[in-house]
């Protein structure tokens, strides 16, 4: 977009509307989003509970119920306790939204459709998720009350213990597509919704459920939200805070329960891809960024970004769902949770993949269309394998040799032939990489 | 020069990594809380770490085939790393000493006795 | 607007953000404020390293530096931080003596690296680095054991497999070393402590 822009304007004008634009895009999906969780949460929780949940705001089903909250939220007095710690208090809340706004910089929320297109987005999104722990530990903290500290610090030990088996999760899928781009992860799973890497293999589907546990850990979600447990901390780390900042506290969670749950469909089922694939039957699936636009590649697109997030609010609904059904679990359960069951059964489920991998190439159900990310690392193995037969540190004119030999794709991107070579490239970021790697070892 | 319009080298990555260095060591002399200490420590790993990145980046200089490449990240990476492992410890010792002592500034710690 | 080079503009923003909290952290008297200033500062550090090109290490630091060891030493800070040590005062000779010594060793410092005419950028003109030049796989078969292209690497002809074992083998020992110096055994109480220090 950028780059259309700049023939109008200058340059770093073009940039600036192009990155406001972004942002804009992503703060109204964040925003919208939370109003309408707040909402679904309110009639999931009512239903459960043998209730009708909010009626009466808004016509028939209490549309207007979050608005209502909101402004009646905006008008509260702004308290501070008198032992707080003035900035720190002030903050908290706000380094929390910040950190689960920004995971969506680099998520691809279709096919080349991202803010950013990042080759390790999703470990960006897991290091910036992880982020958010600070502003509950600071509003434990800075409130200067025993209720809140205690908050703070369990949910200190949590998210840290926590993001060891939600790392190892994450990892089978990047293990299987061989890259850490999520649009080619996504773009593996094209087609039939027995595509999806939930399907994979045995390992993977008992790892999806091992990730949902872990995500609904890691968000500070019931079962595992003792860092507010209402019934022992009276509110945990957010009980010395009113008003807006309050409500900055939920929008922050809100977002990062879109966010994991985008993150699992994206991972584990399918992502943009609608279970049948009805874009490529009508042949206007949208093909890659260095492709000519067209407006059926376009309606695809938009069609996929409809499709996760879909399957981002189903993900939401089942965590609401989970929350009104369970009851919450003791810190030391919380703890043997993680480390004596998600722990080994992700590592488990690791291996596991990895054999099947190994042992079935080409998948049994899955037929993953060729793509850069596994051909990347294919090559790179190889070429390793290569030169480690060839006697290591020979001449670099040999190791290009055993590199060409094996590679005939990389090395004719490697003599300056763009993108367009590789049929399936999902994006022009990944592509250049193999070319890169090439040159580097001439 | 005007910096918003040049492009940066390794040069300015090298002298925000002296200041966060100067910060960590003043930090480190200055302190008296173990943890503060710590934090210190931590400044002038991260500055250093800038360094070998700043130097990794063929982009950040002239010349660049002198640049370390690959090599500099991976030894940032290594001291990353390894910095977490040395803050681990270094808290169980601070935990430890805050046990035993009652007190966790390092200026009462001349005891050997624990 | 017309010739706003944005890798500058951006280096501008994340350095001075770094140095600005690096200061921060040793002006500010309460340990629980430092934690939080250094926590801004490595965040932007992580940054400068995006700009240099290294994605890798840069999500390496959001995720091991900032997301596990801060919350570990604010974990650590929270749990020793009580009545007089939150903030601890330093004596006014220690400052200037301090001062001193780091304002020279700051001189010292940046001569050293403004006087390389290599290391002062790209000649203009020349494009900017691009965010994450690095594959992240290349950082991989490099600990896997790649040797580099480097011919006057001696030493490192099995890459950095070797090295790569001893970090595992190190956090190993480092876990199982913390986990036993911190484990909970007698506890004197504070009461008692100051009483042993004062006979």
């Not at chain 1, 608005?67 to 929390?96: C, H, N, Q, S, W």
């Not at chain 3, 484990?183 to 042993?196: N, P, Y």
Request: glycine share 10%.
């Amino acid at each position: 977009m950028a780059e259309a822009l700049s023939e109008y304007l200058w340059p770093s004008v073009a940039y600036l509307v192009t990155g406001v634009v972004h942002a804009l895009l992503l703060l109204g999906l964040v925003a919208v989003g939370t109003v309408i969780f707040i909402w679904m949460e309110r009639k999931i929780a009512g239903r459960i509970q043998d209730r009708l949940g909010p009626t009466r705001v808004g016509g028939k089903f209490g549309w207007l119920q979050t608005v209502a909250d909101g402004l009646k939220l905006a008008t509260k007095e702004d308290t501070m306790p008198r032992d707080a710690d003035p900035i720190l208090f002030k903050l908290a809340p706000y380094i929390g939204l910040c950190a689960s706004y920004a995971t969506f910089i680099v998520l691809p929320f279709a096919t080349g459709w991202a803010a950013v297109s990042s080759s390790i987005s999703i470990f960006l999104i897991i290091a910036i998720l992880g982020l958010e722990v600070f502003s509950v530990i600071l509003a434990g903290y800075a409130s200067g009350s025993k209720w809140s500290l205690f908050g703070g610090m369990r949910e200190a030990a949590q998210v840290v213990s926590y993001e060891v088996p939600l790392g190892l999760c994450v990892l089978v899928p990047v293990m299987i597509a061989g890259t850490m781009d999520l649009n080619a992860i996504g773009e593996m799973q094209r087609g039939w919704f027995t595509n999806w890497l939930v399907f994979h293999d045995p390992f993977t589907f008992i790892v999806f459920w091992v990730y949902l546990t872990c995500a609904t850990a890691s968000v500070n979600r019931a079962p595992f939200d003792l860092a507010e447990a209402e019934s022992e901390l009276v509110a945990g780390f957010h009980t010395e805070y009113s008003g807006v900042r309050w409500s900055v506290f939920f929008m922050a969670e809100y977002n990062s329960m879109l966010l994991v749950s985008m993150l699992a469909s994206i991972l584990f089922l399918g992502g943009w891809h609608g279970p049948l694939p009805v874009f490529d039957w009508a042949g206007i699936a949208y093909e890659s960024a260095a492709s000519p636009f067209s407006w059926g590649g376009f309606l695809a697109n938009v069609f996929g970004i409809a499709n996760l997030i879909l399957k981002g609010f189903l993900g939401v609904a089942v965590m609401m769902w989970v929350r009104w059904t369970l009851p919450r679990l003791r810190i030391d359960q919380v703890m043997r949770t993680c480390l004596k069951y998600c722990t080994p059964i992700a590592c488990f489920c690791f291996l596991g993949a990895a054999i099947w991998c190994w042992a079935f190439p080409g998948g049994v159900l899955l037929k993953p269309a060729p793509f850069a990310g596994v051909r990347e690392t294919d090559e790179m193995i190889f070429t390793l394998s290569a030169e480690a037969t060839d006697g290591v540190a020979n001449s670099s004119g040999e190791e290009a040799d055993a590199g060409e030999a094996a590679t005939g794709e990389v090395a004719a991107s490697e003599q300056g032939e763009p993108a367009a070579q590789q049929p399936n490239s999902v994006d022009s970021n990944a592509t250049p990489e193999p070319a890169a790697l090439a040159g580097g070892e001439q | 020069m005007n910096l918003l319009a040049e492009p940066v080298g390794a040069s300015h990555f090298m002298a925000v990594g002296a200041v966060m260095f100067v910060c960590g060591v003043v930090c480190m002399a200055t302190k008296r809380n173990g943890l503060g200490i710590l934090m210190g420590i931590e400044l002038v790993l991260n500055g250093a770490n800038l360094n070998f990145v700043a130097f990794s980046s063929e982009f950040l200089r002239r010349n660049t085939e002198y640049a370390l490449g690959v090599d500099g990240q991976l030894i940032a990476l290594f001291v990353i790393v390894l910095a977490a492992a040395e803050a681990a410890v270094a808290l169980a010792i601070a935990l430890n000493y805050y046990n035993n002592h009652a007190t966790i500034d390092v200026d009462r710690a001349d005891e050997l006795k624990g | 607007m017309e010739g706003v080079n944005w890798h500058s503009f951006y280096f501008l923003l994340f350095g001075m953000t770094a140095c600005v909290f690096a200061v921060a952290v040793v002006l500010t008297g309460s340990i629980v404020r430092m934690a939080f200033y250094l926590t801004l500062c490595l965040g932007a550090t992580a940054g400068l390293f995006f700009l240099a090109g290294a994605g890798f290490v840069g999500a390496m630091q959001l995720l091991i530096y900032v997301g596990g060891t801060l919350v570990l030493l604010i974990f650590g800070v929270m749990l020793t931080a009580q009545g007089p040590f939150v903030s601890m005062k330093t004596r006014a000779g220690e400052w200037v003596v301090g001062g001193v010594v780091g304002a020279m060793l700051l001189g010292l410092l940046l001569q050293a690296a403004f006087r390389v005419d290599d290391w002062m950028g790209p000649d203009p003109g020349v494009a900017s680095a691009a965010m994450e030049k690095t594959p992240p796989g290349e950082l991989g078969i490099r600990l896997l054991g790649k040797p580099g292209d480097n011919e006057q690497a001696v030493g490192f002809e099995s890459g950095y497999l070797l090295p790569f074992e001893i970090v595992s083998v190190h956090l190993l020992v480092v876990l199982i070393g913390s986990a036993y110096l911190a484990r909970t055994k007698r506890r004197r109480r504070a009461t008692d402590a100051a009483e042993a220090e004062e006979s």
